[in-house]
Antibody, heavy 120, light 105 residues
């Protein structure tokens, strides 16, 4: 059974940094594109970042480019999101999600999410 | 950037009724990359439909998707109590619509 478990969320001050992790199990992690998707409180879904199987392709939504970095460790079956220069508008539940196929394919499995709150 | 607009914003129906949810794109999108998700309060989204009309694994056949070009539809043929949730469309694995809340009338 596929499992994705996020961790690393919490309260951080504006301008601060946080690193999210996603532990994957139940599938061959190294064979899939992986992504981060976020949801601000009471709002809709927003795709944040994508990474291909070997990490050679990375894509970001415009609002986080230059501040967030997606990475993965296939040996540890883990996905990461390094978030720097955090802003109040980055406050959201962050989900790790597996892509069904290539870079444009939908998300067929999601983690339960981890809450990031940016506030002074 | 392609913008997805979902309508209505809120849909109030009773169990047993038919639900029709719309997703309109600002320009033509490939049906291959149009997906629908269901999200219940406090839960992660769940993939319902991909490729505009293919049901994801384990999704009941009362859920169906259709459409092409700029207009796509999610239909729930006969609403069950567990179907009341928020529904999102998505294109090319990135842009999401703003969601339609399906509530019990």
């Amino acid at each position: 059974e596929v499992h994705l478990v996020e961790s690393g969320g919490g309260l951080v001050q504006p301008g601060g940094s946080l690193r999210l992790s996603c532990a994957a199990s139940g599938f061959t992690f190294s064979s899939y594109w992986m992504s981060w998707v976020r949801q601000a409180p009471g709002k809709g879904l927003e795709w944040v970042a994508n990474m291909n199987q070997d990490g050679s392709e990375k894509y970001y939504v415009g609002s986080v480019k230059g501040r967030f970095t997606i990475s993965r460790d296939n040996a540890k079956n883990s996905l990461y999101l390094q978030m720097n220069s955090l802003r109040a508008e980055d406050t959201a539940v962050y989900y790790c999600a597996r892509r069904q196929g290539g870079s444009g394919s939908p998300f067929d499995y999601w983690g339960q999410g981890t809450l990031v709150t940016v506030s002074s | 950037e392609i913008v997805l607009t979902q309508s209505p914003g809120t849909l109030s129906l009773s169990p047993g009724e038919r639900a029709t949810l719309s997703c309109r794109a600002s320009q033509s999108v490939s049906s291959s990359y149009l997906a629908w998700y269901q999200q219940k309060p406090g839960q992660a989204p769940r993939l319902l439909i991909y490729g505009a009309s293919s049901r994801a694994s384990g999704i009941p056949d009362r859920f169906s998707g259709s459409g092409s070009g700029t207009d796509f539809t999610l239909t729930i043929s006969r609403l069950e109590p567990e179907d009341f949730a928020v529904y999102y469309c998505q294109q090319f694995g990135t842009n999401f619509g703003q969601g339609t809340k399906l509530e019990i009338k």
